[in-house]
């Protein structure tokens, strides 16, 4: 008996495909034949390229997957596909479409077509109206390039794609040019496009594009430190669901579904304390490597004053100038006076704006030119016709402002907003007191004398700097303290307390190096003395002056003393200095040196009347949180609630209804008893409180009016 020929290879590609991987060498005829019929068929698709071939699509996926091994007879076909996709992409069937993109790739992946010219063909095919398509594409460019980056950077390769996404930005496509404005802003959030080239192509391209979701997508990137704040919500958010599961699981009934779902919660928090754990990966701001940020925020400002979009979209045209101003110390005045106008309570998001106000503030811009935003806040805010919110929302706004460009706030202003130092309302009252804290610090002459407080040694070394004057310092700040070191220094500090927990430190220098410890002694008793001449100078003789003595003797002798002690003073500082400078020229400071250096400048910040240092550093950007934070007394949850009611319980008296009884011991009567009894034995009694209508009630009237009467 004769078998049948059950050779089915021609037919069946799956089975083919799987022996060619096995041996080319063997199957190369039949490798052959299929190509060829690949050929005739797609000179056939050619004629009708809107048709759906289902023969021609298992056809090129099976030449993709063997191209490998038959890389002479294949070397036309990455370009077959590309001409075709070039010349029908917008009218071939989307599942060709397809078809032909994921055949592409697989070549790509195997190393078969050259990277260049198949990014370049996937960007053009962002064009084609079809959302699939287009969010497949930008997720393999992406991991393209990213694994093109991996083990080193090709600079070649990635500046060609940069100039050819630099014009797909001006692509008169929407989709394009949105799709390729993501592609590179994910490109730099992942650390593989990161340089000044990506940044500015998106500054100067796509932050001046006519296409609205180009533009929202430029501004954004641009304002990236806001998604941090929202993922930090959201992390937030989880935590709370995490705990509501855990009681929702103690107490609901146990069914597999719940159990599988508390499961993922839990593999979730997991995951997510993991993250909390590792270090911080920092992503340096774009806004830092705009080329020339003065243009492009006198570019944006026109582009917003001729404008006709959305609030929301010039709110980012605001916040990005705002940024670029604070960041790079720019001059645009114009913005000033355009930004005044939206300072009302009434306005849209006016937090936002007061924010941006105090964004574009920095201490290089006159102070006239910020002084009408703080005169617009004063009469629009904080006046008394308004509510106690918006008063301290204006004066957190003032000193946020004011922090960054203090030189804007005049004398008058200031004192009468230290005012509402003792306003009725807290949060009032505490917005005030931070503004008179904060100029403190930097202007004390403008605030009126009482407000002052009393000067800290780092107040007393401060100096009030002009208009465009830059502080430079020629030595390390409180080296001062390494010089009282001859024997013994007792330096007790927060800081010191992990390391010396308080105790004697006993530090040995070099010879030269620094004074004896008996300078501590003279400068206390140098700095009481001074104390005590505020009060009454006493003379030469050492007799104190009165008040009503008009002896010129006195006087002179007084402030001759005073000057006299004022120029000791004087000259022993000069001099610590002058030896702190050398010492730091010639010695490396350690770890402990430091330690005792920070220790001295936070003593330097402390006064008995202020029991926490000022926090000095200045943060890039303005925080919300600063203009919208308001003190007042927060509402509790249940826990602490709970918490403050049973400590409210404890050394009192029982709680509740109270006995009447003189004595707890004795019975009680009917009617106290019926308050613990069963229902059932009351029911009877229930019966007779039911409401009787109004013609029940005559008839028992009637009837109770004659019952007396027969008793009579």
Same mark, same amino acid.
């Given at each position: 008996?004769?078998?049948?020929?059950?050779?089915?290879?021609?037919?069946?590609?799956?089975?083919?495909?799987?022996?060619?991987?096995?041996?080319?060498?063997?199957?190369?005829?039949?490798?052959?034949?299929?190509?060829?019929?690949?050929?005739?068929?797609?000179?056939?698709?050619?004629?009708?390229?809107?048709?759906?071939?289902?023969?021609?699509?298992?056809?090129?996926?099976?030449?993709?997957?063997?191209?490998?091994?038959?890389?002479?007879?294949?070397?036309?076909?990455?370009?077959?596909?590309?001409?075709?996709?070039?010349?029908?992409?917008?009218?071939?069937?989307?599942?060709?479409?397809?078809?032909?993109?994921?055949?592409?790739?697989?070549?790509?992946?195997?190393?078969?077509?050259?990277?260049?010219?198949?990014?370049?063909?996937?960007?053009?095919?962002?064009?084609?109206?079809?959302?699939?398509?287009?969010?497949?594409?930008?997720?393999?460019?992406?991991?393209?390039?990213?694994?093109?980056?991996?083990?080193?950077?090709?600079?070649?390769?990635?500046?060609?794609?940069?100039?050819?996404?630099?014009?797909?930005?001006?692509?008169?496509?929407?989709?394009?040019?949105?799709?390729?404005?993501?592609?590179?802003?994910?490109?730099?959030?992942?650390?593989?496009?990161?340089?000044?080239?990506?940044?500015?192509?998106?500054?100067?391209?796509?932050?001046?594009?006519?296409?609205?979701?180009?533009?929202?997508?430029?501004?954004?990137?641009?304002?990236?430190?806001?998604?941090?704040?929202?993922?930090?919500?959201?992390?937030?958010?989880?935590?709370?669901?995490?705990?509501?599961?855990?009681?929702?699981?103690?107490?609901?009934?146990?069914?597999?579904?719940?159990?599988?779902?508390?499961?993922?919660?839990?593999?979730?928090?997991?995951?997510?304390?993991?993250?909390?754990?590792?270090?911080?990966?920092?992503?340096?701001?774009?806004?830092?490597?705009?080329?020339?940020?003065?243009?492009?925020?006198?570019?944006?400002?026109?582009?917003?004053?001729?404008?006709?979009?959305?609030?929301?979209?010039?709110?980012?045209?605001?916040?990005?100038?705002?940024?670029?101003?604070?960041?790079?110390?720019?001059?645009?005045?114009?913005?000033?006076?355009?930004?005044?106008?939206?300072?009302?309570?009434?306005?849209?998001?006016?937090?936002?704006?007061?924010? $941006?106000?105090?964004?574009?503030?920095? &201490?290089?811009?006159?102070?006239?030119?910020?002084?009408?935003?703080?005169?617009?806040?004063?009469?629009?805010?904080?006046?008394?016709?308004?509510?106690?919110?918006?008063?301290?929302?204006?004066?957190?706004?003032?000193?946020?402002?004011?922090?960054?460009?203090?030189?804007?706030?005049? &004398?008058?202003?200031?004192?009468?907003?230290?005012?509402?130092?003792?306003?009725?309302?807290?949060?009032?009252?505490?917005?005030?007191?931070?503004?008179?804290?904060?100029?403190?610090?930097?202007?004390?002459?403008?605030?009126?004398?009482?407000?002052?407080?009393?000067?800290?040694?780092?107040?007393?070394?401060?100096?009030?700097?002009?208009?465009?004057?830059?502080?430079?310092?020629?030595?390390?700040?409180?080296?001062?303290?390494?010089?009282?070191?001859?024997?013994?220094?007792?330096?007790?500090?927060?800081?010191?307390?992990?390391?010396?927990?308080?105790?004697?430190?006993?530090?040995?220098?070099?010879?030269?190096?620094?004074?004896?410890?008996?300078?501590?002694?003279?400068?206390?008793?140098?700095?009481?003395?001074?104390?005590?001449?505020?009060?009454?100078?006493?003379?030469?003789?050492?007799?104190?002056?009165?008040?009503?003595?008009?002896?010129?003797?006195?006087?002179?002798?007084?402030?001759?003393?005073?000057?006299?002690?004022?120029?000791? @003073?004087?000259?022993?500082?000069?001099?610590?200095?002058?030896?702190?400078?050398?010492?730091?020229?010639?010695?490396?400071?350690?770890?402990?040196?430091?330690?005792?250096?920070?220790?001295?400048?936070?003593? @330097?910040?402390?006064?008995?009347?202020?029991?926490?240092?000022?926090?000095?550093?200045?943060?890039?950007?303005?925080?919300?949180?600063?203009?919208?934070?308001?003190?007042?007394?927060?509402?509790?949850? @249940? &826990?602490?609630?709970?918490?403050?009611?049973?400590?409210?319980?404890?050394?009192?008296?029982?709680?509740?209804?109270?006995?009447?009884?003189?004595?707890?011991?004795?019975?009680?009567?009917?009617?106290?008893?019926?308050?613990? @009894?069963? $229902?059932?034995?009351?029911?009877?009694?229930?019966?007779?409180?039911?409401?009787?209508?109004?013609?029940?009630?005559?008839?028992?009237?009637?009837?109770?009016?004659?019952?007396?009467?027969?008793?009579?």
């Amino acid at each position: 008996m004769v078998r049948p020929n059950n050779n089915q290879l021609p037919e069946n590609l799956p089975q083919l495909q799987n022996l060619i991987k096995r041996d080319p060498e063997s199957y190369s005829d039949e490798f052959h034949i299929q190509y060829q019929h690949f050929l005739s068929l797609l000179e056939v698709f050619a004629l009708n390229p809107s048709e759906e071939n289902k023969s021609l699509d298992d056809i090129v996926m099976f030449v993709a997957q063997v191209a490998q091994c038959y890389p002479a007879v294949c070397e036309e076909f990455p370009k077959r596909l590309s001409d075709l996709l070039k010349n029908y992409a917008t009218v071939l069937d989307p599942a060709m479409r397809n078809c032909f993109v994921k055949a592409l790739i697989l070549l790509r992946n195997k190393n078969l077509v050259p990277a260049l010219d198949i990014l370049e063909l996937f960007f053009q095919l962002l064009r084609c109206p079809d959302k699939n398509l287009r969010t497949f594409l930008q997720t393999h460019i992406v991991t393209d390039i990213k694994n093109m980056n991996a083990k080193h950077k090709d600079m070649k390769l990635n500046s060609s794609l940069q100039a050819f996404m630099y014009s797909m930005l001006k692509d008169a496509n929407p989709k394009a040019a949105k799709m390729s404005a993501d592609i590179m802003i994910e490109l730099y959030k992942k650390n593989i496009w990161n340089d000044p080239k990506t940044v500015n192509v998106i500054a100067t391209v796509g932050c001046f594009s006519k296409i609205t979701k180009v533009l929202v997508t430029s501004l954004k990137f641009f304002l990236g430190h806001d998604e941090e704040d929202e993922e930090e919500d959201t992390e937030s958010e989880n935590e709370i669901d995490l705990k509501g599961a855990l009681m929702a699981n103690r107490v609901n009934k146990k069914t597999k579904k719940r159990t599988k779902q508390l499961a993922q919660i839990k593999k979730q928090a997991v995951k997510a304390q993991k993250k909390k754990k590792n270090a911080p990966a920092f992503n340096f701001s774009g806004i830092h490597l705009v080329h020339n940020p003065q243009g492009m925020a006198e570019g944006l400002f026109k582009q917003l004053q001729a404008t006709n979009e959305r609030f929301e979209v010039k709110l980012m045209h605001l916040d990005v100038i705002s940024r670029l101003i604070g960041i790079h110390e720019l001059f645009l005045f114009g913005f000033y006076p355009y930004i005044t106008r939206f300072l009302q309570p009434h306005q849209r998001q006016v937090t936002r704006v007061l924010q $941006f106000a105090a964004q574009a503030s920095h &201490e290089l811009v006159p102070g006239d030119i910020i002084e009408p935003i703080l005169k617009t806040i004063a009469n629009n805010f904080i006046t008394e016709r308004n509510s106690s919110d918006v008063m301290a929302i204006g004066l957190n706004a003032t000193r946020e402002i004011c922090m960054r460009c203090p030189l804007a706030m005049g &004398e008058d202003l200031l004192q009468d907003l230290a005012m509402y130092k003792t306003y009725k309302e807290k949060s009032v009252m505490m917005a005030a007191r931070s503004l008179i804290t904060l100029y403190r610090e930097q202007l004390p002459a403008l605030l009126h004398k009482k407000d002052r407080g009393r000067q800290t040694e780092a107040q007393a070394e401060r100096k009030v700097r002009a208009y465009g004057e830059r502080e430079i310092h020629d030595t390390v700040l409180g080296a001062e303290a390494l010089l009282k070191d001859s024997k013994t220094i007792d330096i007790e500090s927060e800081d010191d307390t992990d390391s010396n927990d308080g105790e004697w430190v006993n530090v040995a220098h070099s010879d030269g190096e620094g004074g004896g410890a008996d300078d501590d002694d003279d400068d206390d008793e140098e700095d009481e003395s001074e104390d005590d001449d505020d009060e009454d100078e006493p003379n030469s003789d050492g007799e104190e002056v009165e008040e009503g003595d008009n002896s010129d003797e006195g006087v002179e002798s007084g402030e001759e003393s005073a000057k006299v002690k004022k120029e000791k @003073k004087d000259m022993k500082i000069l001099n610590q200095k002058e030896a702190a400078q050398e010492l730091a020229l010639t010695r490396i400071f350690t770890d402990e040196d430091f330690k005792r250096i920070n220790a001295a400048n936070l003593k @330097k910040t402390v006064t008995s009347a202020r029991k926490r240092p000022l926090e000095q550093d200045r943060a890039e950007f303005v925080k919300l949180n600063s203009i919208e934070m308001i003190y007042k007394k927060r509402k509790h949850d @249940k &826990e602490s609630r709970l918490e403050t009611v049973q400590a409210g319980r404890q050394d009192r008296e029982r709680f509740g209804w109270k006995d009447g009884r003189v004595n707890e011991h004795c019975s009680k009567t009917n009617r106290e008893k019926r308050k613990t @009894k069963n $229902f059932g034995m009351l029911r009877h009694k229930a019966r007779s409180k039911v409401k009787k209508s109004f013609k029940d009630k005559q008839q028992a009237l009637r009837k109770h009016l004659l019952h007396q009467k027969k008793m009579k």
